[in-house]
């Protein structure tokens, strides 16, 4: 692909469509923005379908349809069925409410490729309990039962943090008991609704360690009966992640209005300047696009990231993490533990509260 001044620009291979912000949970560590976009901003059917055709001919290879609840919108089937003419792989990301089951049948006339459900804990009251709506985790397990009559894969998403972090092994038991084949295990990512509740949703370090440990061991039991895909917990890694793969290199998220942004968590970064798919094409703000500059490559980097070996492998880390920690985005993810802010996290680790959670409304 062009350069980009001294930056290569790659392919993208995903697109994360966030139809909606409406959705009926309310998650403590929903990674929405906290200024929800409001329906009548949203994006219509018609233009998602040229979004991806845009998307295709840019070489995204994937669309993960989420939210919110993507199932908010009436004109979902529609939406499928146009990425999947646009030659798109399509992943539904649901909370599984709201979902009838006319409606995953509609989805899977329209094309749908894949479903991933999220599940907030094996027990159905503390799942409840986090998800803040009652009755959520029975319409859960009902869709999934849906998902595999209908022969869709199904992958179950699990955010795990200290009030479920006990239960992992019952919790990839109930998803081998849904017949997933995949479970994507994440450990809460602290930006947005997540910074609000961070002392209530974190876990001590003995209990990472023990999660850790068990995650292992699950993936050895259960080995050809279900794929367990772990992201570790950035508090307690002593690297960052590489996170969405490098900024602006990997993916690209338009939000429900049509904002094209790096990664989902970007608008948090005060300064940036977002280009909108209503007034540009989805190619014209990946190469250009102030935004998807502001962080690529790793020539942005301080010290000690600048003369690190592991700079291309990670980049640094999360952009939005040390914003959201140092107030600069262009420093070392505190999660490093050759950052000199490093302190910063193992202090707030150590934080715990039994504070009520703020849920994300
Ligand atoms: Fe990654 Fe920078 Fe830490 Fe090196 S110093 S491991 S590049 S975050
Ligand atoms: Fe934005 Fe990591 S969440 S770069």
Redesign the pocket.
């Given at each position: 692909m062009a350069e980009n001044g001294s930056v290569a620009t790659h392919k993208p291979l995903g697109l994360l469509a966030e139809l909606t912000h409406r959705c009926p949970l309310g998650c403590p560590y929903c990674s929405n923005p906290l200024a929800l976009e409001k329906r009548e901003d949203e994006l219509d059917t018609a233009t998602w379908a040229r979004v991806f055709g845009e998307a295709a001919a840019l070489g995204v290879l994937q669309c993960h349809l989420s939210g919110g609840e993507p199932a908010a919108r009436r004109d979902l089937p529609e939406i499928v069925a146009s990425a999947r003419e646009a030659g798109l792989y399509t992943n539904l990301i649901t909370s599984g409410v709201g979902v009838t089951t006319r409606t995953i049948r509609d989805l899977w006339e329209a094309g749908l490729d894949h479903v991933q459900i999220s599940i907030q804990d094996s027990d159905a009251v503390s799942s409840d309990r986090i998800a803040g709506y009652r009755g959520a985790f029975a319409r859960k397990c009902a869709l999934a039962a849906e998902v595999k009559r209908l022969g869709l894969p199904l992958t179950v998403n699990l955010v795990i943090h200290r009030a479920n972090i006990e239960r992992i092994g019952a919790m990839v038991d109930l998803a081998l008991s849904l017949q997933a084949t995949r479970v994507e295990i994440a450990h809460v990512q602290y930006y947005g609704w997540a910074l609000k509740n961070r002392a209530a949703l974190m876990p001590t370090r003995e209990q990472v360690a023990r999660a850790t440990t068990e995650v292992e061991a699950l993936r050895q039991r259960h080995h050809g009966k279900i794929v367990i895909d772990a992201v570790v917990p950035d508090y307690h890694a002593r690297?960052?992640k590489p996170c969405v793969g490098g900024w602006g290199r990997r993916s690209l998220n338009v939000t429900p209005s049509g904002k094209v942004l790096p990664c989902h968590a970007a608008e948090s970064i005060p300064g940036l300047e977002f280009w909108n798919v209503r007034d540009h094409s989805l190619a014209d703000i990946w190469i250009g696009s102030p935004a998807f500059n502001a962080f690529r490559g790793t020539d942005f980097?301080p010290e000690?990231?600048a003369s690190?070996?592991?700079?291309e492998?990670?980049?640094?880390?999360c952009r939005c993490q040390a914003f959201a920690l140092t107030g600069d985005a262009r420093a070392?993810?505190p999660v490093?533990?050759?950052?000199p802010r490093h302190d910063l996290v193992t202090e707030l680790a150590a934080v715990q509260t039994d504070e009520p959670y703020q849920y994300r409304r």
């Amino acid at each position: 692909m062009a350069e980009n001044g001294s930056v290569a620009t790659h392919k993208p291979l995903g697109l994360l469509a966030e139809l909606t912000h409406r959705c009926p949970l309310g998650c403590p560590y929903c990674s929405n923005p906290l200024a929800l976009e409001k329906r009548e901003d949203e994006l219509d059917t018609a233009t998602w379908a040229r979004v991806f055709g845009e998307a295709a001919a840019l070489g995204v290879l994937q669309c993960h349809l989420s939210g919110g609840e993507p199932a908010a919108r009436r004109d979902l089937p529609e939406i499928v069925a146009s990425a999947r003419e646009a030659g798109l792989y399509t992943n539904l990301i649901t909370s599984g409410v709201g979902v009838t089951t006319r409606t995953i049948r509609d989805l899977w006339e329209a094309g749908l490729d894949h479903v991933q459900i999220s599940i907030q804990d094996s027990d159905a009251v503390s799942s409840d309990r986090i998800a803040g709506y009652r009755g959520a985790f029975a319409r859960k397990c009902a869709l999934a039962a849906e998902v595999k009559r209908l022969g869709l894969p199904l992958t179950v998403n699990l955010v795990i943090h200290r009030a479920n972090i006990e239960r992992i092994g019952a919790m990839v038991d109930l998803a081998l008991s849904l017949q997933a084949t995949r479970v994507e295990i994440a450990h809460v990512q602290y930006y947005g609704w997540a910074l609000k509740n961070r002392a209530a949703l974190m876990p001590t370090r003995e209990q990472v360690a023990r999660a850790t440990t068990e995650v292992e061991a699950l993936r050895q039991r259960h080995h050809g009966k279900i794929v367990i895909d772990a992201v570790v917990p950035d508090y307690h890694a002593r690297y960052p992640k590489p996170c969405v793969g490098g900024w602006g290199r990997r993916s690209l998220n338009v939000t429900p209005s049509g904002k094209v942004l790096p990664c989902h968590a970007a608008e948090s970064i005060p300064g940036l300047e977002f280009w909108n798919v209503r007034d540009h094409s989805l190619a014209d703000i990946w190469i250009g696009s102030p935004a998807f500059n502001a962080f690529r490559g790793t020539d942005f980097l301080p010290e000690p990231c600048a003369s690190c070996e592991r700079r291309e492998a990670d980049f640094g880390g999360c952009r939005c993490q040390a914003f959201a920690l140092t107030g600069d985005a262009r420093a070392t993810d505190p999660v490093c533990h050759l950052s000199p802010r490093h302190d910063l996290v193992t202090e707030l680790a150590a934080v715990q509260t039994d504070e009520p959670y703020q849920y994300r409304r």
